[in-house]
């Protein structure tokens, strides 16, 4: 009941790569970077472990970026050839590599990392896999000229990794889809069925992230010119519900969702952001709690998770560390109160 977990990503220490950076330059190369790789990982699992986190992830130590990080592993882009691009509908430009051609895995993505957190802890683990919309929201085309025959591609490419993750022992295997909360409209008419495609034949637990971004500035922004009540939820909550997707990761503290939006999502383990990723001020035990307690009101406890907000790669260090003791301590103390009213 009430199990703690992350979105995904931790912050990248300053010996593996620049600090407080969404898109990180690298400290080192070659052999040297493939065992930084391996230490963070290792350094963030037994952080996590610590603090008490109950499904842990490898913290996405091993990528630059959470979508261009599996994109490196696809044949068929052109990487050498970036052009500027607006993304989560021209929110922010950044620079972006193009498809060239037929999409092809060059081989596995994430299979040392995997591997080496499943020999490192007996919790149950998670990995994160950018979500087919997403990742057609952040590259160019060339090729297939197609966004829905583009995400299908890619949803092949997720779920042939996933599928090979689910043989490395990962018990859950979540797909980052930010884009949900932009196209709506695209999210009911194929954006679900991407996801089917990439979740095909899996047998471990699902997931799909739907935040409303990491917390830089664009994101901040942007959150600024939606209005006193953020809706956004509504209007694919009812479809991820008929979905073939287990879990839905979202986001609640510090934002203006209607909590009773949560009621959308009957029948599936929702996990609830707790834990803002938007500021460096550490969430005390008392207001994780509070939150808990009033998603509780439309959220059965044996399918509540709390989670974080978002990925929290750009935070500092310290503070990111700060706010997974907070998360697992302001659970703990919700935990008491329900004891306390005898619910189940």
């Known amino acids: 009941m009430l199990k703690t977990t992350l979105a995904g990503s931790l912050p990248k220490p300053s010996w593996l790569a620049e600090p407080k950076k969404l898109w990180p330059t690298w400290r080192a190369e070659g052999r040297a970077l493939e065992e930084a790789k391996r230490d963070a990982t290792l350094l963030w699992l037994k952080a996590q472990e610590d603090a008490g986190i109950d499904i842990v992830s490898d913290g996405e130590q091993s990528r630059q970026h959470f979508v261009h990080g599996f994109l490196e592993f696809v044949e068929g882009i052109d990487f050498s050839r970036k052009v500027k691009m607006g993304i989560r509908n021209n929110r922010y430009d950044v620079m972006v590599p193009v498809v060239i051609g037929p999409l092809k895995l060059k081989g596995r ?74 196209y709506m409209d695209e999210v009911k008419r194929w954006g679900i069925d991407t996801l089917h495609r990439a979740i095909q034949g899996l047998k471990c637990t699902t997931c799909v992230h739907i935040c409303y971004g990491y917390g830089i500035q664009a994101n901040i922004d942007w959150k600024r010119t939606l209005g006193a009540e ?41 996990l609830v952001g707790v834990i803002d990723v938007a500021t460096n001020r ?63």
Request: aromatic share 6%; hydrophobic share 40%.
């Open 109 to 182: 993505v994430h299979k040392v990392e995997a591997r080496l957190a499943r020999e490192h802890t007996d919790r149950e683990l998670k990995i994160t896999l950018p979500g087919p919309m997403t990742i057609v929201d952040t590259i160019a085309d060339e090729h297939y000229r197609d966004k829905v025959k583009l995400a299908m591609a890619f949803a092949d490419l997720l779920n042939q990794e996933a599928r090979a993750l689910e043989k490395d022992g990962i018990d859950v295997i979540q797909f980052d889809e930010p884009a949900f909360n932009v």
């Open 230 to 270: 953020w809706r956004q939820y509504e209007e694919i909550f009812p479809a991820l519900a008929k979905s073939r997707i287990d879990q839905v990761s979202l986001e609640c503290i510090n934002s203006r969702i209607p909590v009773e939006l949560l009621r959308l999502l009957k029948g599936k383990d929702v």
């Open 282 to 344: 550490v969430e005390t035990p008392q207001e994780v709690a509070e939150v808990i307690q009033r998603a509780l009101k439309y959220v059965p406890a044996r399918h509540f998770y709390a989670c974080t907000n978002c990925g929290m790669a750009p935070m500092d260090r310290e503070v990111a560390l700060k706010k997974l003791q907070a998360l697992v301590a302001g659970t703990e103390l919700a935990k008491k109160k329900l004891r306390g009213k005898g619910r189940k």
